[in-house]
């Protein structure tokens, strides 16, 4: 069974604070590890992909850990702008069509 | 250049209606996929499609759902009947086997509402 779980928040954070969301992962066959960011009622957006030496985009850092089928996102400064549901999601083939996704953690950035 | 575009955007129907829920992916992606998305399950797979051949539909959840794709640029998602519990968001969602990221591109998505 390939399953995703990821902690459904909602984390609650002043603007400037840092966060970090936790992903775990059943199936240890999977492939590739992704973020998505789902904005309410619009649709998943990649956010970044997750490589096995971690990996950086301006004030977001993605880390992965195959041994412990985890995943993390770390987000610093945190925006208002921020403010989503963030999807941990697990590729299982090699041609990025067997998408698992998480059910999301949800952030509440507040002024 | 335009997105994955997805009609209707809302639907409300009576159980028992049939439903067909519309999208048209990004020109000169060769993959397309269906997913559903409920506050209970998260968002599932349906159907994939690669050049317009479905691949896997091993998602699909019943009988009551047929998804075609009769040329590169529209797919359809048909329930017949629907049923309250088709209610949910359903994204439709492109790629291209060229691209090395993986990324999928979603449509804004159509709101099915049952009742």
């Known amino acids: 069974r390939k399953e995703v779980e990821q902690d459904p928040g909602p984390f609650n954070v002043p603007e400037g604070a840092t966060v970090a969301f936790n992903c775990t992962y059943s199936?240890?066959?999977?492939?590739?590890f992704f973020w998505y960011r789902q904005d309410c009622r619009k649709e998943p957006k990649l956010l970044m992909s997750?490589?096995?030496s971690g990996n950086e985009d301006g004030r977001f850092t993605a880390q992965l850990n195959r041994a412990s089928q985890y995943i993390s996102l770390l987000i610093r400064d945190s925006k208002l702008s921020d403010s989503a549901t963030y999807l941990c999601v697990v590729n299982y083939d090699q041609a990025g069509t067997a998408l698992i996704f998480g059910k999301g953690t949800t952030l509440s950035v507040s002024s | 250049d335009a997105g994955v575009i997805q009609s209707p955007r809302h639907e409300v129907t009576e159980m028992g209606q049939e439903v067909t829920l519309r999208c048209k992916p990004i020109s000169g992606h060769d993959y397309l996929f269906w997913y559903r998305q409920t506050m209970m399950r998260g968002l599932e797979l349906l159907i994939y499609f690669n050049n317009n051949v479905p691949i896997d539909d091993s998602g699909m959840p019943e009988d009551r759902f047929s998804a075609k794709m009769p040329n590169a640029s529209f797919s359809t998602l048909k329930i017949q009947p629907s049923e309250p519990r088709d209610s949910a968001v359903y994204f439709c969602?492109?790629?291209?086997?060229?691209?090395?990221?993986?990324?999928?591109?979603f449509g804004p998505g159509t709101r099915l509402t049952v009742t």
């Open positions: 969602a492109s790629r291209y086997s060229g691209q090395p990221s993986y990324e999928q591109y």
């Open positions: 199936n240890s066959a999977s492939q590739s």
């Open positions: 997750v490589y096995s």
